[in-house]
């Protein structure tokens, strides 16, 4: 089974300082990472993803992730936090050698990131 | 490309209502999926559709029809409404099934069942 978990309901920043948001996740083969961003009463939205390759993964908006595969680990990051970064963050991942042909994300409980002016 | 659109924004029903929940998308994408979110509880994944005319279950199908007539459209309906269905449901698009490919998502449809 795949589960991902985000430790932290809230992480509240100051603007211009950096920002990390956690993530971990289990799969039994290798994970697809996803970070997605939801603002208030809007779906969804894409800011990055891991496959394969380069463990710092650059995406939208100044965001980038680490994956750490001994930690399983992929946080999200950002050098310098905007109020406009206020939102709810979901990390979501797929076990690669998941075949049931569900082709389902899973997703954590999400965090919300404030960042004060 | 309007990308992924859902209707209504909003709906309250009473308890024993049955309504539809539209989507549609304007990407050709071969995947679609249901997901509700609700508190705490991330999405979790009603139904899905790898292609039209195929539907399979997901994570909480109980209460939940689908079907898949066309690439662009993917209903999701409501059989008989309970209070536990209240939630914010979102329908979402890929290009493919593979795992690697990010997903599109409507605007959400908010729903109250009294």
């Known amino acids: 089974a795949q589960s991902v978990a985000q430790p932290e309901d809230q992480v509240n920043v100051a603007e211009g300082n950096p920002l990390t948001v956690k993530c971990t996740y289990s799969?039994?083969?290798?994970?697809?990472l996803f970070w997605y961003v939801q603002y208030p009463n809007r779906g969804l939205q894409f800011l990055l993803k891991?496959?394969?390759?380069?463990?710092l993964v650059k995406g939208s908006y100044g965001f980038e992730a680490e994956f750490n595969k001994s930690q399983t680990s992929f946080h999200l990051k950002k050098p310098s936090a905007l109020v406009s970064d206020s939102a709810l963050y979901f990390c979501?991942?797929?076990?690669?050698?998941?075949?049931?042909?569900?082709?389902?994300?899973?997703f954590g409980s999400g965090t919300r990131l404030q960042v004060q002016p | 490309n309007a990308g992924v659109t859902q209707t209504p924004k909003f709906q309250v029903l009473k308890t024993g209502q049955s309504m539809t929940l539209q989507c549609a998308q304007d990407?050709?994408?071969?995947?679609m999926s249901w997901y509700r979110q609700d508190p705490g509880m991330g999405l979790r994944l009603i139904h899905y559709?790898?292609?039209?005319?195929?539907?399979d279950q997901g994570e909480v199908p109980n209460g939940y029809n689908v079907s898949r007539s066309t690439t662009e459209d993917f209903p999701l309906r409501l059989l008989s409404a309970a209070p536990s269905q209240t939630s914010v449901y979102f329908c979402?698009?890929?290009?493919?099934?593979?795992?690697?490919?990010?997903?599109?998502f409507g605007p959400g449809t908010r729903l109250t069942v009294l």
């Open positions: 559709s790898v292609g039209a005319g195929i539907t």
């Open positions: 979402a698009s890929s290009y493919s099934g593979q795992g690697n490919n990010e997903q599109f």
């Open positions: 979501a991942v797929r076990d690669q050698l998941m075949d049931t042909g569900r082709r389902a994300l899973t």
């Open positions: 891991y496959i394969t390759g380069d463990n």
């Open positions: 990407m050709n994408h071969e995947y």
């Open positions: 799969v039994s083969g290798n994970p697809y």
